[in-house]
């Protein structure tokens, strides 16, 4: 059993930057691909972005591919989001999510998910 916890979600202007932790607990995190997924008001939940196991494996969706990052400290069993020159269109709940690879991940097929954060852009 996985818990995620999501943070640092808020209100920013168009072109601000947020960075998003999602905690797990559990001492298998490192056994886990790790990902990013949002959901729009009246969209179905879609995929942002994944990261490996270890860390050397990252993928994004076309949509944030140059402004969004992905990274992990398995130390502290956490992965982040840094998310920069944000748009309006990226309003969303923001939810951690983890899989048994980045493959299932890309796929949407997670093992546990998170409760999500708000992230809202001003234009």
């Known amino acids: 059993q996985v818990q995620l916890a999501e943070s640092g979600g808020g209100l920013v202007q168009a072109g601000g930057s947020l960075r998003l932790s999602c905690a797990a607990s559990g001492r298998t995190f490192n056994l886990y691909a790790m990902g990013w997924f949002r959901q729009a008001p009246g969209k179905e939940r879609e995929f942002v972005a994944a990261?490996?196991?270890?860390?050397?494996?990252?993928y994004y969706a076309d949509s944030v591919k140059g402004r969004f990052t992905i990274s992990r400290d398995n130390a502290k069993n956490t992965v982040y989001l840094q998310m920069n020159s944000l748009k309006p269109e990226d309003t969303a709940i923001y939810y951690c999510a983890v899989g048994g690879s980045t493959a299932y991940l890309l796929r949407g097929q997670t093992d546990y998910w998170g409760q999500g954060t708000q992230v809202t852009v001003a234009s």
């Open positions: 990261i490996s196991q270890g860390g050397g494996n990252t």
